[in-house]
């Protein structure tokens, strides 16, 4: 049995600077042999960034996932040379980067896909058509997705859509960790968002008072990224290397 961590949207300096504390005894208390980090809100503001990237990747991550934002800041384009550094695999032919990681292990490989959803998102390849042309050209037994996506059905319609295709399958975007974790037709690991990594007592990351004025007024407002005590949401998923099936998967929040 193997084990991989899959933590949700870490979010600005504060997200990337509590990751860094929090990652090892994580590790070490769960026994991860693999790490995975949504990383597409680490830079302050939003994006991805050479310095949040590192900063990730210091910390003790294998692969860093993206969304929406991959692409927001111009130097995130050399950003997706890195390998272990993928967007969703649905965006268009000739974008920089690749939607897919696959990491060898020596006796086993885990292979990582990102993939975007379509509803009230950009306007992208139909995610569906474009994970079976993925599972298709795919030798790893253990696959995993990060499926950022905003529709709890568009999500939930995806996890039976590829129930006992892949190992596990896990929801990012909405910054709100949701309580239904399962194991899906006894094979394939679920949860509709995994949450985020950031300022606790915020919206989304957002300072709540500025997210207020904006609802508030319907007028313009400049967002900046809250500051207090953080938390840490994700989830372990313990899975059999060898066929690819998940046997558990457990919610973590650490504050």
């Given amino acids: 049995m193997k084990r991989l961590l899959f933590i949700g949207d870490v979010v600005g300096s504060l997200g990337c600077q509590f990751l860094s504390e929090k990652l090892p005894a994580i590790k070490r208390k769960y026994d991860i042999d693999i790490t995975v980090v949504n990383g597409e809100n680490s830079a302050q503001g939003n994006g991805i960034t050479h310095s949040s990237a590192e900063s990730i990747i210091r910390s003790g991550v294998d692969i860093i996932t993206t969304g929406n934002h991959a692409f927001r800041r111009h130097e995130s384009h050399e950003l997706f040379e890195n390998s272990y550094i993928i967007r969703p695999a649905n965006y268009p032919d000739g974008t920089p980067g690749s939607g897919i990681c696959t990491l060898d292990m020596g006796s086993f490989s ?95 990351g957002v300072d709540y008072q500025l997210t207020i004025e904006h609802m508030r007024s319907h007028m313009p407002v400049k967002f900046r990224g809250a500051e207090g005590k953080c938390f840490l949401c994700g989830v372990v998923v313990e899975f059999d290397e060898k066929c690819g099936k998940a046997h558990s998967i457990q919610r973590i929040i650490v504050r």
């Fill in 110 to 204: 885990v292979t990582v896909i990102n993939l975007m959803g379509v509803v009230y998102m950009d306007s992208l390849d139909n995610p569906f058509m474009k994970i079976d042309e993925i599972l298709s050209d795919i030798d790893s037994r253990n696959i995993f997705l990060d499926f950022h996506a905003e529709a709890t059905s568009e999500k939930k319609s995806m996890g039976f859509y590829l129930a006992e295709r892949v190992t596990g399958i896990f929801g990012t975007h909405t910054h709100v960790q949701t309580a239904d974790e399962t194991i899906l037709k006894g094979h394939t690991a679920y949860i509709t968002d995994a949450g985020m990594t950031g300022v606790e007592l915020s919206c989304l």
